[in-house]
């Protein structure tokens, strides 16, 4: 079981591009959500993604979107970067929306210039 | 919003110690919390969980304690090696929401 894979694993964009980035869960597991972790912080939850659909978000803007694919797998997309969006992504797979039993991918450093 | 913090940002001990890294947390309605630790680029790894229900867990090596009286939890790592070198997260859970709210971390150093 290769786990919770991300790619690509770095990143660097321009400021006012738009950036899309990849999770593919681990095996047996429906449920996906994202994370940015700004450099000496905790990762701060964006938003999960059960049946293909947004099911919560934290206090992140309508920049931040994202998508779920029938195989379960999901991409998070960011448009008109901030200077401040530079940071690690991470996603992490469960098997139920209660996140008690996630398992993070080891993430997409971006770095927005 | 409320949030969980961290006491120390680094900890720094020799090998075959036994660490504590603590946790603060103000949300009193959290009935669930998470240890991760997170190596250097790395994703967070499960370490140990514990339900608001409970004081005390138990794994290999390591144990979480919690006190809700002062809202406190902490982790305690028996007989320190260089591998658990990495930042350690408390997340706490809210039933019902169950999105995990991240600590700062604090960064354990194990010298041999």
């Known amino acids: 079981d290769a786990g919770v894979t991300q790619s690509p694993t770095h990143l660097i964009k321009t400021r006012g591009q738009q950036v899309t980035l990849r999770c593919s869960p681990k095996s047996g597991h429906d449920t996906v959500s994202w994370y940015q972790q700004a450099l000496g912080q905790g990762p701060q939850f964006i938003f999960q993604y059960y049946e293909e659909e947004e099911r919560q978000r934290g206090n992140f803007p309508d920049r931040f979107s994202g998508h779920q694919f029938p195989n379960y797998s999901s991409e998070l997309n960011v448009n008109a970067l901030l200077l401040g969006d530079s940071a690690l992504y991470l996603c992490?797979?469960?098997?139920?929306?209660?996140?008690?039993?996630?398992?993070f991918g080891q993430g997409t450093r971006l770095t927005v210039v | 919003g409320e949030s969980v913090g961290l006491h120390l940002p680094t900890l720094s001990v020799q090998e075959g110690d036994n660490s504590i890294i603590n946790c603060a947390y103000s949300?009193?309605?959290?009935?669930?919390f998470i240890w991760y630790k997170q190596e250097s680029g790395k994703g967070p790894q499960f370490i140990i969980d514990i339900r608001s229900n409970m004081d005390k867990r138990q794994g290999q090596r390591v144990t979480v304690l919690l006190n809700k009286t002062v809202k406190h939890l902490s982790l305690q790592i028996a007989a320190t090696q260089p591998g658990d070198s990495a930042v350690y997260f408390c997340?706490?859970?809210?039933?019902?929401?169950?999105?995990?709210?991240f600590g700062r971390g604090t960064s354990l150093i194990v010298h041999p």
């Open positions: 949300n009193s309605a959290s009935d669930y």
């Open positions: 992490a797979s469960s098997p139920d929306r209660k996140n008690t039993e996630a398992f």
């Open positions: 997340a706490e859970l809210v039933g019902g929401s169950y999105i995990p709210t």
